[in-house]
């Protein structure tokens, strides 16, 4: 029997504020890092990898969190974590003093999600299958022995969850096979970021749609006026048979995103992402109320499940965009697939960051495998970046993502990368 034996951790940071990469209205110069997790166990060949995402400073502070759980699970019996993973994910979160620090939200919560990332590597390596298909093969009660739905009861119960994953069971197969031959579609944030020159951005636009894409995200939120010249310019560059979406990042308040996403009816914008602050749901509600049919994206700060139930509650979230490393990995995102389903709503992945292509390519098979069987409108965040350090980095097909094939998470990274960018004593911050 395969044994834990220990773990470690490195705050990994990338030094992307340097070109701008990343930069929107609120984080105007992010350093891409990751607190990278490994698991080693008795068998050498067996380690599992798992990461948080932060912009930079702080990172440490995740990584001390991390800390903090070792000791659950090391001298364990892998078998028994897989066997259990839903109690000890719950045992994690509502660990009796570090719930302080939350409850199941921010640097804590991180912390839940990198470790169980990495456990969830291992346990897909130990079944010899990319995490997705792991997932996916799994029988809708094991399924439902790692959720919890404690506080969100109320709209989901685990009968409901078990009936919508049992449903997908007969056309389970033929799904895998559609992934497979066409992959998920995505849109691409590459070209938008807002310290991007107009020169820069046209450039990316078009090697963007030579790539195959047709949806592009756009960074707004500093000044209107500037904002609809940029957005004429791109609706200019890439016509009419392309889809622009904005993402203003949390940047205006409840008055200002109204007027703002009023101004940009014209360009008939597939959604609006992050207009006011992630956990105002109210203010959510009242800039639904006043932009008629314009759809509203969030879903990447929310801490945990039950943000997610506020803002799909209350019809304000018409785009739910997980993130793999903010909310307790496949035990929390799971819940929420679930009940974004049973409200309707689509999920589109973020992305971008480090790592997180590498992890919502996996959440999209999940999604369209065993919860909902549909991926016509639905796109997953990809933005070409730092994906040279990771050795199964994310494959895209005619702006499709197309489904992992080795095993585990897809997140383990080059040993050099590591070396290099391990922060403050990696060769380039050394001398930087
Ligand atoms: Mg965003």
């Known amino acids: 029997m395969t044994k834990i034996l220990k773990f470690t951790v490195e705050d990994v940071r990338f030094p992307t504020s340097k070109d701008l990469t990343g930069s929107d209205a609120i984080h105007t110069d992010p350093d891409y890092s990751a607190t990278y997790v490994t698991v080693y166990t008795d068998d050498l060949n067996l380690k599992g990898y798992g990461i948080a995402f932060t912009i930079g400073k702080g990172?440490?502070?995740?990584?001390?969190?991390?800390?903090?759980?070792?000791?659950?699970?090391?001298?364990?019996?892998?078998?028994?974590?897989?066997?259990?993973?839903?109690?000890?994910?719950?045992?994690?979160?509502?660990?009796?003093?570090?719930?302080?620090?939350?409850?199941?939200?921010?640097?804590?919560?991180?912390a839940v999600a990198a470790i169980f990332n990495c456990l969830w590597d291992l346990i897909a390596k130990k079944n010899k299958k990319p995490l997705w298909r792991f997932v996916a093969e799994s029988d809708p009660e094991k399924i439902l022995s790692w959720l919890t739905f404690k506080y969100i009861e109320d709209v989901l119960t685990p009968d409901q969850a078990l009936k919508i994953l049992k449903e997908s069971q007969n056309d389970k197969e033929i799904r895998i096979d559609t992934i497979?031959?066409?992959?998920?579609?995505?849109?691409?944030?590459?070209?938008?970021?807002?310290?991007?020159?107009d020169e820069k951005i046209v450039k990316l636009c078009k090697k963007y749609i030579s790539m195959g894409w047709?949806?592009?995200?756009?960074?707004?939120?500093?000044?209107?006026?500037?904002?609809?010249?940029?957005?004429?310019?791109?609706?200019?560059?890439?016509?009419d048979d392309c889809h622009i979406m904005v993402?203003?990042?949390?940047?205006?308040?409840?008055?200002?995103?109204?007027?703002?996403?009023?101004?940009?009816?014209?360009?008939?914008?597939?959604?609006?992402?992050?207009?006011?602050?992630?956990?105002?749901?109210?203010?959510?509600?009242?800039?639904?109320?006043?932009?008629?049919n314009v759809k509203?994206?969030?879903?990447?700060?929310?801490?945990?499940?039950?943000?997610?139930?506020?803002?799909?509650?209350?019809g304000s979230m018409n785009v739910c965009q997980i993130d793999s490393c903010r909310i307790g990995s496949i035990n929390e995102i799971l819940t929420v697939m679930l009940m974004a389903h049973k409200f309707k709503v689509p999920i589109f992945p973020h992305a971008g960051g480090v790592g997180l292509c590498e992890y919502v390519q996996h959440l999209c098979m999940i999604d369209y495998v065993i919860i909902n069987g549909d991926k016509n409108n639905k796109f997953v965040e990809?933005?070409?970046?730092?994906?040279?350090?990771?050795?199964?980095?994310?494959?895209?097909?005619?702006?499709?993502?197309?489904?992992?094939?080795?095993?585990?998470?897809?997140?383990?990274?080059?040993?050099?990368?590591?070396?290099?960018?391990?922060?403050?004593?990696?060769?380039?911050?050394k001398n930087n």
């Open 59 to 110: 990172n440490d502070i995740v990584a001390e969190c991390i800390k903090y759980f070792f000791p659950i699970f090391e001298n364990m019996n892998l078998q028994d974590i897989e066997n259990d993973i839903g109690k000890l994910w719950y045992k994690c979160v509502d660990h009796s003093q570090l719930r302080w620090l939350g409850p199941e939200k921010g640097a804590v919560h991180m």
């Open 180 to 197: 497979l031959k066409e992959g998920y579609p995505s849109y691409t944030t590459a070209a938008g970021w807002l310290g991007y020159s």
């Open 214 to 239: 047709k949806h592009f995200k756009v960074k707004v939120g500093l000044d209107l006026e500037a904002d609809v010249k940029r957005l004429e310019l791109i609706r200019k560059t890439i016509g």
């Open 247 to 292: 993402d203003a990042n949390q940047q205006w308040s409840v008055e200002q995103s109204i007027m703002h996403i009023n101004a940009y009816k014209k360009f008939n914008l597939l959604f609006v992402e992050e207009p006011t602050s992630p956990d105002d749901v109210l203010g959510f509600v009242k800039i639904k109320e006043s932009v008629g």
């Open 296 to 314: 509203l994206a969030t879903g990447e700060a929310c801490g945990g499940r039950v943000m997610f139930k506020q803002f799909l509650e209350s």
């Open 382 to 429: 990809y933005s070409d970046q730092l994906h040279e350090h990771f050795i199964y980095p994310c494959n895209l097909k005619d702006g499709n993502y197309m489904p992992p094939l080795d095993h585990g998470y897809s997140i383990e990274m080059k040993e050099n990368s590591v070396k290099e960018f391990s922060y403050p004593n990696g060769e380039y911050w």
